[in-house]
């Protein structure tokens, strides 16, 4: 595997306690290339999530899927992509596996009942849909998901054994008044209420002034808050996790950005949103770390 060479779990474990000294200042240190990647338990592969979000029709999601069993991925690469529920079969069935991997978008808090309009883990369980994603900021914002809802979710979630990409980030706002690291530790601690079993769990650093604006957090911005992310996680959950953990970056990700954002000790992966809905692009998001090696 290209990127997993000789980084042992001592070595990364260092890494991190290096860069999370200078988690309140920005870290100019160049990018890693090529970066080195923790090899356990089939944990620590570079992940590329994609959120289609509310998109799509039958026609657009075969043309994607076909798109995207055309591309070339990286073996040591795990992909999810995640379709609007309606979607999860048609695409479960006919993306190609195990090359990519299928999550849903949102799951209820806890099992089936008189709950309308929602789907339960233990019912993606069962069509073998293996992640779900929770806490993104548009249901947080615009469905008023809170820490706690979004926390019950992946618990519930983890212990039906269906992998939950987590979100947390900040608004504009709250990165300019310097609040974002107690959000920040906030978002997690709702996690870490819950959550019993953290390799079942990913989280991605969402910035919600990165989401849809074009506006990428720069390399700097974003290792800055994931070197923070991985000491926090250090701190309450423990060394072992924290160097397990992939961390994503999500907002704004695409083909001409990823690799040097890829390049950064502490980002494991992204969440796309836009770009994932071309196959082209996508595909090349999946292989930012070889254009880094290049
Ligand atoms: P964009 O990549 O469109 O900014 O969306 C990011 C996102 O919200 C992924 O979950």
Known sequence: MAFAAGCGLSNRTSVFRQNVSSQTSISLRPAKAPRQVVSMAGHGKFFVGGNWKCNGSKVMVDTLVA???????????????????LFLERV?????????AVAAQNCWTGSGGAYTGEITADMLSDMDIPWVI??????????????EIVAEKAGYAISKNVRVIGCIGETLEERESGALWNILATQMEAYKSTVTDWDKMVIAYEPIWAIGTGVVATPEQAQEVHAFLRKWVSDNLGANVASKLRILYGGSVNADNCAD????????????????????????????QTAMAK
């Open 92 to 100: 479960n069935n006919s993306i190609r596996h195990p090359t990519y």
């Open 67 to 85: 798109e995207l069993n055309a591309g070339t991925i990286p073996s040591d690469v795990e992909v999810v992509c995640a379709p609007p529920s």
């Open 134 to 147: 929770l806490g993104h900021s548009e249901r947080r914002q615009l469905c008023g998901e809170t820490n």
């Open 261 to 288: 954002l890829s390049g950064r000790e502490d980002i494991d992966g992204f969440l796309v949103g836009g770009a994932s809905l071309k196959g082209e692009s996508f595909v090349q998001i999946c292989n930012a």
